[in-house]
């Protein structure tokens, strides 16, 4: 109610430090959040025969003029010396590097794709999600000091290293490849996995 408010009241600024608040990827969750079978499916406004708040929309708005206009994500508190490894560019490990940068934390995130967003970026369906604002997003989070070390994969080598080079380690790696299911058929031409699907 407050970052709606703020809107009504001529503020997008408000509305989208409101959403950061709560949400580093507000953004991101504005596009691909279905809002239809939650938010909008309970509005008051329905029982009163009028259409639901677009409340995805609004929180789209003031992101997308939180970015624009150089609205800061969040301040940091003092680095209180302690370095985080990410592993990971999804949703998952972009707010954990937000949460913990933040706080004071050194945060570095570590993706073997060359964009962040993981399963946000690669596999969710175009007419809901893009690349935008994924980009606005990673700079919001590099201006609040997390460093991004995207192109290199963390095998397991590499993350025994991390676990001396570091004080903790995050892995947010995801969900993975699909899931093989076989059925009769399975192997005509015209099945599709999901995810390549999508």
């Known amino acids: 109610p407050r970052f709606v408010a703020a ?5 997008p600024g408000t509305a989208a430090q409101t959403i950061f608040a709560e949400n580093v ?11 239809e079978v939650l938010c909008q499916r309970d509005c008051v406004l329905i029982h009163e025969g009028r259409p639901p ?8 708005y003031a992101t997308d003029w939180a970015y624009a206009n150089g609205l800061p994500l969040r301040t940091a508190v003092e680095p209180n010396g302690n370095r985080v490894a990410v592993v990971g560019a999804g949703p998952a490990g972009l707010v954990a590097a937000g949460e913990l940068a933040a706080r004071g934390y050194a945060v570095t995130v570590h ?13 969710i369906a175009p007419y809901r999600q893009t690349n935008e604002p994924l980009p606005d997003e990673a700079r ?18 590499r993350l025994l290293e991390l676990l001396d080079e570091v004080d903790a380690v995050v892995l947010a790696v995801g969900m993975g490849a699909d899931v093989d299911v076989t059925y009769p058929g399975d192997d ?4 599709w996995e999901s995810l390549p699907f999508i």
């Open 7 to 11: 809107i009504a009241a001529g503020d």
């Open 25 to 35: 990827l507000g953004g991101t969750c504005a596009r691909v959040c279905p809002v």
């Open 53 to 60: 708040i677009e409340i995805a929309a609004l929180q789209r």
């Open 111 to 123: 993706d073997e794709r060359d964009d962040v967003g993981g399963l946000v970026r690669y596999a």
């Open 140 to 157: 919001l989070l590099s201006e609040l000091g997390v460093e991004f070390r995207l192109g290199t994969r963390v095998d397991s080598a």
């Open 188 to 191: 005509l031409e015209g099945v």
